[in-house]
């Protein structure tokens, strides 16, 4: 079972002219088995949103909450959050050089779950799960991110997710900077690892074309920081269709 609860989540960030705040009080929550997307315009706190889960050290949570089963996750360190379930799967994933893909994801593994997992075993799922996002097996010899193309990056993060199989994945616009072939592949991904029992996604994005192949139960309008409206597939379909206009006029009235 998974619960991500949100509640009125307030987050700021330094910057030259002092904090500025980014998030204005947040409030979602994602139910076991639920799949919810974030849309939005460029600014307006979704990529926040995903980096404050997680406990990146440049956000400050200044006012709210976020529980996972109960559990508060923002007295939780950033090893702690993954070990409780959370995945962040990044908008810009780092390069490591000198760190082998495969030496990452086992390293990875182990701190999850406490043990390393057995080699003959893990080599299996590690190259099982590499074919299903069509890499190579060599892929897990290359240093982390580093020389990957675009899409070879977000491949290699949702093979991160269906490895170390948390309870509630964040998604921050793992669509971008894939052509029609690859983000078919990294849908099917996504989809195999929700279809699993107790499981959430928090699925960031710009563009309606990725709900396309991952649909979501519920969607998010982000507008300056807060939830400008939420609703169903549906309200996707009229983003697609009308853009953000009405929702920032009405942001800023």
């Not at 050290?57 to 070990?83: C, I």
């Amino acid at each position: 079972m998974s619960k991500l609860e949100i509640k009125d989540l307030q987050v700021s960030v330094e910057t030259e002219d002092g904090p500025k705040e980014i998030l204005k009080g947040v409030t979602l929550t994602i139910q076991d088995g639920e799949t919810h997307a974030i849309m939005g315009p460029n600014g307006s706190g979704k990529s926040t949103l995903a980096y404050s889960i997680a406990g990146h050290p440049k956000y400050t949570v200044t006012g709210g909450s976020v529980t996972l089963d109960g559990e508060d996750v923002l007295a939780m360190s950033v090893d702690e959050r993954a070990r409780a379930g959370l995945f962040l799967a990044m908008q810009y994933p780092v390069e490591v050089p000198g760190v082998s893909v495969s030496n990452f994801l086992r390293t990875a593994k182990t701190a999850i779950d406490g043990e390393a997992p057995k080699l003959r075993t893990w080599v299996k799922d590690v190259n099982t799960a590499l074919k299903q996002l069509n890499l190579d097996p060599s892929f897990g010899t290359r240093s982390v991110n580093e020389g990957f193309s675009g899409g070879e990056k977000k491949r290699h993060e949702i093979a991160q997710l269906e490895l170390l199989n948390p309870k509630v994945a964040v998604l921050d616009e793992t669509d971008s900077g894939l052509d029609i072939d690859a983000l078919k592949v990294v849908s099917e991904g996504v989809n195999r690892f929700r279809a699993q029992e107790g499981k959430g996604v928090l699925l960031i994005t710009h563009y309606t074309r990725i709900l396309r192949y991952i649909q979501p139960d519920r969607v998010h309008v982000f507008v300056d920081g807060r939830v400008a409206e939420s609703g169903g597939p549906e309200l996707a379909e009229e983003l697609e269709a009308n853009g953000y206009e009405r929702f920032l006029t009405e942001a800023a009235v």
